[in-house]
């Protein structure tokens, strides 16, 4: 299932992706500690993603094994290629903010190294047709980034609205508590009026009745 996912997915990317600036271009690797003639593909895709991807294209093609970086399919099967399987040896490396991938396909007997070959132009679109894969799978990891941000702006901001909900609700009833003491407080406060009036009143009479010096 999940193979055919990456290959819906690279259909796709090979349908609808916009064009970009590709460079693909020979080279040599030590991988290993044995030097090989291949292909680089330059990305500005970050080296860990890249090298993700990559794995999971070449997984659609055969059986891959990684050992100290280096990604290899014994018996890839790549038609546009070889009608016979090629056996595969990569590496995802990256240098200042640039990340490479290295393949070098051995067809036979011998690795693809030659520009008029028909089987390096095969294996240049193969690494350009991996470049518009990455890009639509980066894309995809970006969308969901930014998705995971929004979502949790969202769900920060859902707490701070509960929390101030919460809060004019204790307000309000603080509020309603002190409308009916204010309420309790008139009745006592007029109550207060008439007995100071009566305690004038008494004031006064007691005064009255003081003998006239």
């Known amino acids: 299932m999940k193979k055919t996912i990456y290959l819906l997915l690279l259909l ?40 993700n991807y990559w794995e999971d294209y070449l997984k659609t093609f055969g059986k ?4 100290r970086g280096v990604v290899t399919v014994d018996r890839a099967n790549v038609p546009a290629i ?31 190294a030659n520009f008029t070959d028909s089987t390096y132009r095969a294996t240049e679109d193969f690494l350009k047709n991996f470049s518009s894969y990455a890009v639509a799978r980066d894309e995809v990891r970006q969308a969901e980034e930014f998705y995971a941000e929004a979502d949790k702006n ?28 204010q309420e309790t407080n008139k009745k006592d406060l007029a109550g207060s009026v008439i007995d100071l009036q009566n305690k004038q009143k008494d004031l006064e009479a007691a005064k009255s009745r003081l003998p006239k010096m």
């Open 82 to 112: 070889s009608k016979e399987p090629v056996e595969m040896l990569s590496q995802v490396s990256s240098s200042k903010n640039i990340s490479h991938v290295f393949l070098a396909v051995k067809v036979g007997d011998r690795f693809v």
């Open 64 to 67: 891959t094994y990684s050992r």
């Open 12 to 51: 796709s990317s090979l349908l609808t992706s916009p064009i970009f600036a590709q460079s693909v271009f020979p080279g040599k690797e030590s991988l290993n500690g044995k030097d090989y003639f291949g292909l680089n593909l330059n990305s500005n895709i970050p080296e860990r993603f890249l090298g």
């Open 154 to 181: 969202h769900k920060t901001l859902t707490r701070d609205n509960e929390r101030i909900v919460k809060e004019i609700e204790r307000l309000q009833k603080r509020l309603e508590e002190l409308m009916v003491e």
